[in-house]
């Protein structure tokens, strides 16, 4: 079947057609939701035994899957595939619309939506729409108040991992972001952002009642309260329209 490509079996549910009775069955489970390979560490179920396997990757820590250029393992041999490329530079996924080049194709996915404009994911509590799954789920937790990051050090949970990242640093005391024009570090990257304007005098945030300029947005917001008298006007927004924009 191989050479002669003849697909005998038929799906009952939609016509598609295919050659080995195996993918069949997989591909029915798309249309019934059976999930018959059950984790043994948790209560997750998977309709594909595949993808089970690397599920239970998750408790184990196992990281079957080793890069030739350097000591990194991966869980995943897509994952390990995709890293590869930082070591060779290829970029097999290319944009029909820019001809911009990506190493991942979710990255390819990803950007393709900035050009379409299409928001294909709603949010099930207020109807928002979201372009990418990840900023769904970041935003789903503002509903929920789920917090599955979880410091280390002390009681405190997240609902951003970024934000969790920050928070560590309380504890340990790093400070990753040095300035290039004097010695100081800092703990969060927009802080040095804001200190680098100190140096080199950028100003950035225009006030739109006096026009006065501002080199850092949150002076900004407290210099229009002395125009609108302790409140602040919200100009071109509305909880009808505001999506997310990546």
């Known amino acids: 079947m191989i050479h002669t490509k003849e697909k005998p079996l038929v799906c009952e549910y939609c016509e598609k057609i295919f050659s080995q009775k195996s993918t069949l069955r997989k591909h029915i489970r ?124 002390c009681e405190e949970s997240f609902s951003q991992k970024w934000t969790l990242t920050t928070h560590i640093r309380t504890h340990t005391g790093e400070k990753p972001f040095a300035c290039e024009y004097c010695e100081k570090t800092f703990s969060r990257k927009w802080t040095l952002t804001t200190h680098i304007r100190t140096h080199t005098g950028e100003k950035p945030f225009t006030c739109e009642y006096c026009k006065r300029i501002f080199s850092d947005k949150s002076n900004l917001i407290k210099h229009k309260l002395t125009h609108t008298g302790g409140k602040l006007k919200k100009k071109g927004y509305s909880k009808k329209t505001r999506n997310d924009t990546h």
């Open 30 to 153: 798309t249309h019934t939701g059976e999930k018959p390979f059950a984790c043994k560490h948790c209560e997750k179920t998977f309709s594909e035994k595949s993808t089970l396997r690397k599920h239970i990757r998750t408790h184990t820590g196992e990281k079957p899957f080793a890069c030739k250029y350097c000591e990194k393992t991966f869980s995943t041999k897509w994952t390990l595939t995709t890293h590869i490329r930082t070591h060779t530079g290829e970029k097999p996924f290319t944009c029909e619309y820019c001809k911009r080049i990506f190493s991942d194709k979710s990255n390819l996915i990803k950007h393709k939506l900035t050009h379409t404009g299409e928001k294909p994911l709603t949010c099930e509590y207020c109807e928002k729409i979201f372009s990418q799954k990840s900023n769904l789920i970041k935003h789903k937790r503002t509903h929920t108040g789920e917090k599955p990051f979880a410091c280390k050090y």
